[in-house]
C-alpha cells in the first residue's frame, strides 16, 4: 500500500476514533488531572523569571496527553504523561538556580535528573521528608512511583511495552487503553501533588480545594494528621 493511502486510512481511523470517543475521553483526562491543574495554577505565583517555561509546559503535556489519548493514538499519550514528572521536578529545582538553567539551555548538558531533583527537594525544604514518606503510605493511586511505570513505556526495553506498527492506522488504538491512559494521568496528578504539597510552600487556607479534599480522604490517624497539617 502507498504511503498515501496508508495516511488517508490513518486519518480516517484518527477521525473516528475522535468522533466516537474523543469527548467522554477529554472528560476523563480534565477529572484525572484536576489535582495537578489546580496546583499549576495556585504555582503560577511563585515564577522566578527563571525556567518558567517549565512550569507552563506542564500544562501543555497534559493537553497533549488527553488530545493523542483523545484520537487513540496511546504511545504519544503516554510520553506526554511522562514528560509531566520531568519538567515539574525540573522547574522545582531550575526556578532558583538560574546560573545552571542558563548553563542548561547553553549547552544542552548538566540537566536533572528525577533521584537529583527528589533529593534536591528532602535536602533544602523542611519537612518534606516526613511530609512524603505519610503521604506514601496512604496513596490513593496504584502505583507508589508512576514515573517508574512510564520510563518502562519510554525505554521500550520489553515485549509488553513495545508497539506493532505495520500500517500507519496501526498507530491508533483501541478506547480502553485511551481509558487507562487517562486512569494513568490520575496516577501521575497525585504523585505529583504529594510532592509539591510535601514542600510546604502552601498549607492551610491557601491549598486549592480539591487537594485538601484528598489528603483528608487518605490521611487518618492522628499522627498522619499531625504531620500532614500540622
Known sequence: MSGEAQLADFLREA??????????????????????????????????GTADELLAA??????????????????????SLRAQPDLLLSWIYFKDHPVEYSS???TGDNYVLKKEAVKYMADNYEGFGSKIGVLNQVVGRTQLDPYRLLSAHIHSQSPFVINQVDRLE??????????????????????????????????????????KDNLRARVKTDGQRSVIFG
Open 170 to 211: 496501526d498507530i491508533i488504538q483501541d478506547k480502553r487503553l485511551a481509558l487507562e491512559c487517562a486512569k494513568v494521568q490520575a496516577e501521575v496528578s497525585e504523585y505529583l501533588s504529594d510532592i509539591v504539597f510535601s514542600l510546604g510552600i502552601y498549607g492551610g487556607a491557601s491549598l486549592p480545594r480539591v487537594v
Open 58 to 79: 506542564v500544562l501543555s503535556a497534559v493537553r497533549e496527553a488527553a488530545a493523542f489519548a483523545a484520537v487513540g493514538a496511546i504511545r504519544p499519550a503516554l510520553f
Open 15 to 48: 477521525n473516528a476514533f475522535g468522533r466516537d470517543n474523543g469527548s467522554e475521553i477529554l472528560g476523563e483526562f480534565d477529572r484525572s488531572a484536576s489535582l495537578l491543574l489546580a496546583w499549576i495554577k495556585l504555582l503560577k505565583n511563585n515564577l522566578t
Open 104 to 106: 542548561l539551555c547553553r
